[in-house]
């Protein structure tokens, strides 16, 4: 039995043209069946309609990170149920491009040439570990309020055992 590789080959690129010609005339008819008001009230003229999401050519052009890289790691770390809308993902990328910037004008800030792995570690400390510094700002904000209720309470003792007799207990300008 002869087996013709380029014959099989030309006809599965014929069968996948296809399939992709029927999509597209598929999606031109939904879109016509939608009517004037709806196609166009999500759509700006600089957007374009790739399968279910929309494509902004402005947005591609200035995103800082190739989008797909972003989505990837956004799906490997959200719920596999969880949809990500195009917004959420252009900023999301313009997000991590601000983060990359302000890091970088702090590495920026140190006086050497060649930029170390412990600079990096010291302009990458707030972002890295912002749920400890969170609990640090939330005990030291619990042991403020003590420290403010001791003053109250020594600010009491002191106005009841210092009392004098000839100054009225209105005029408290020290406390």
Do not use: W
Not at 50 to 65: H, Q
Not at 156 to 163: G, M, P, Q, Y
Not at 164 to 169: F, G
């Amino acid at each position: 039995m002869d087996f013709n590789e380029d014959e099989f080959n030309d006809e599965e690129v014929n069968e996948t043209t296809d399939e992709v010609n029927e999509e597209t005339e598929e999606v031109k008819d939904s879109e016509e069946t939608l009517g004037d008001e709806e196609s166009t009230e999500d759509v700006e003229d600089s957007e374009v309609i790739l399968g279910d999401e929309v494509v902004t050519e402005e947005e591609g052009e200035d995103l800082p990170f190739a989008k797909a890289e972003v989505v990837r790691l956004m799906k490997k770390n959200l719920d596999k149920d969880k949809m990500i809308r195009e917004r959420v993902k252009v900023e999301m990328n313009k997000f991590l491009g601000e983060v990359l910037e302000r890091v970088c004008e702090q590495l920026n800030d140190y006086p050497y040439t060649t930029i170390e792995y412990e600079m990096l570690k010291e302009s990458i400390y707030p972002y890295t570990n912002i749920k400890r510094i969170n609990e640090e700002k939330f005990r030291i904000l619990k042991h403020l309020d003590a420290i403010k209720a001791d003053c109250d309470a020594l600010s009491l003792d002191v106005k009841k055992s210092l009392k004098l007799k000839d100054v009225d207990d209105d005029d408290d300008e020290i406390f």
